[in-house]
């Protein structure tokens, strides 16, 4: 099994290794709001009663880390349905390589993928803005950005092999990212002195939110079992939810 995982993940990483320009196309849309929406955050930070603590650039940054993640990952059942198309699946079928060895080699790819964007983005906001964020925190954060990413890949291959359709597939993901993303407080921080009560219930069944607020814990280095530890129990049961959807995907797809 670790065998063919490993099989799988070099074949996959290898395409992506021979356009490394997919490195900066993916921060890019990311460092844009650290950039010019960034120094809007630290007015409003400063003038506004209400946010996490920590100053902007620890608020921004962790979510900006995520949301990376969630637009990267979500869209990969894209190359998925492209080797469909190609009869690249149909190939690895006749293989002795397991079915969840295809899933796994795919998704730790795409965790690999948001590692590197979220640490290169990290690292631009250590050298040229404000971030002020512990070591540990860091790396906690990139453990979490690799687990989100397997969770929202996973998911992303299972609809894609479901629907095996280019045109259905896109109008189905922004029906999903786009609520995600502003109910889970990524850009401005969903909070009951911020938000009407009916946004801040509303936002209470994203888990998504939970995943950014102990993002933004680990950033502050706020390792109590509050925000931190709410958001890693939601994310571990995500990540067991979508890699057995994605596996029995895989299975019946490809049986």
């Known amino acids: 099994m670790l065998r063919d995982i490993w099989l799988i993940f070099r074949r996959t990483m290898s395409i992506s290794l021979r356009n490394p320009a997919w490195v900066m196309i993916g921060v890019l849309q990311p460092l844009l709001y650290l950039v010019l929406f960034g120094p809007l955050m630290e007015r409003i930070v400063e ?50 390589v397991s079915r969840l060895a295809l899933l796994l080699g ?10 590197v964007q979220a640490a290169l983005l990290i690292t631009l906001a250590f050298l040229f803005f404000d971030l002020n964020a512990p070591f540990g925190g860091v790396l906690l954060s990139m453990v979490i950005v690799a687990l989100f990413a397997i969770t929202l890949a996973s998911a992303s291959y299972a609809v894609a092999l479901s629907i095996k ?6 109008q189905l993901l922004n029906s999903f990212t786009l609520p995600s993303l502003l109910l889970s407080g990524i850009l401005i921080p969903i909070t009951t002195q911020l938000a009407p009560d009916w946004l801040y219930k509303l936002s209470l069944i994203n ?10 814990a680990a950033f502050r280095g706020d390792m109590t079992m509050d925000a931190l530890f709410t958001g890693c129990v939601v994310l571990a049961v995500l990540t067991v939810l979508s890699v057995t959807w994605g596996a029995r995907t895989f299975q019946r797809e490809n049986a």
């Not at 795919?106 to 590692?115: D, F, G, N, P």
């Not at 359709?165 to 896109?170: D, I, K, N, Q, V």
Request: hydrophobic share 45%; charged share 15%; no cysteine.
């Open 47 to 96: 003038s506004t009663p209400g946010f996490p603590p920590g100053n902007s650039w620890t608020i921004l940054t962790p979510a900006l880390v995520i949301q990376l993640a969630l637009f990267g990952s979500a869209f990969a059942g894209f190359g998925l349905l492209a080797e469909f198309r190609a009869g690249v699946l149909e190939r690895l079928r006749v293989t002795p």
């Open 207 to 216: 888990p998504f939110r939970y995943i950014v607020d102990a993002e933004r």
């Open 165 to 170: 359709s280019e045109e259905t597939f896109p």
């Open 106 to 115: 795919k998704v730790l790819h795409e965790a690999v993928h948001a590692i």
